[in-house]
């Protein structure tokens, strides 16, 4: 059977209450948590740094899950990983050498993360599959939690499911940007086994809990 995991990202957390929103998070099923890294260079905004991800270290026993949207991660991999970051994720549109990254991730005994954006074609990651721990597949234009799903991605996903299992790979494809109920599902038949949400869990008008539930019952 497929295990299917919710990584809930916490751009959209209330930040005066972090460690309290992660713990609900955490008690209503969330497998991992999604942090957000942005640099104000490889996206338009500015958010968390190691700093972040080591108090959600503290917070919570959930795997991190960072996504590292800044230009030459090279230099910040390290202090991510002793920050207590379980897998790191780093964009093809920003390493030029990333069979170099990807080990040099591994080597700090953490996942490593391949993840490309809405206008990247599929050809640009495969030669990373076989290496990959995770293949992360935007579904918005990364920078801001709440934007609209693009549709686009569904079939990039299957693409990417279809040379993932040729190569009898194991890698988590996680899927990211605008997941919702609504989305989820669509996603789910493409292939994807991760799904991020920000939005539909921390802004959910029913609550954390609810956000949570309304997702797992469609995994
Ligand atoms: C976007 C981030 C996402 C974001 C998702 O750049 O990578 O992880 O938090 O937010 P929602 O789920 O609201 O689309
Ligand atoms: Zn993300």
Redesign the pocket.
């Known amino acids: 059977m497929t295990k299917y995991v919710i990584s809930s990202?916490i751009?959209?957390a209330d930040f005066t209450q972090l460690g309290k929103q992660i713990a609900e998070a955490e008690a209503a099923g969330v497998d991992w948590l999604?942090v957000?890294v942005?640099d104000g260079h490889f996206?338009p905004n500015i958010t968390m740094g190691p700093f972040i991800v080591e108090w959600c270290r503290k917070a919570s026993k959930l795997p991190l899950d960072v996504?590292l949207?800044i230009e030459k991660p090279e230099r910040y991999l390290e202090a991510f990983a002793k920050a207590g970051a379980s897998g790191l994720t780093v964009h093809v549109e920003t390493c030029p050498d990333m069979h170099n990254t990807l080990k040099q991730i591994k080597a700090l005994g953490v996942k490593a993360g391949v993840v490309l954006n809405p206008p990247t074609p599929v050809g640009v990651v495969e030669p990373y599959l076989v290496e990959a721990d995770l293949v992360l597949v935007?579904s918005?234009?990364?920078?801001?939690?709440?934007?609209k799903?693009m549709p686009e991605a569904i079939d990039k996903v299957a693409q990417i499911r279809k040379k993932l299992d040729a190569l009898g790979s194991s890698a988590w494809l996680e899927v990211?940007?605008?997941?919702?109920a609504t989305t989820l599902p669509k996603m789910k038949e493409a292939g994807a086994t991760a799904y991020?949400?920000?939005?539909?869990i921390f802004?959910n008008p029913k609550g954390i809990k609810e956000g949570v539930r309304a997702l797992r019952s469609l995994l």
């Open positions: 990202s751009l959209s999604h957000d942005m996206v996504h949207m935007m918005v234009n990364p920078g801001y939690s709440g934007q799903f990211d940007g605008g997941i919702d991020v949400a920000a939005t539909a802004k």
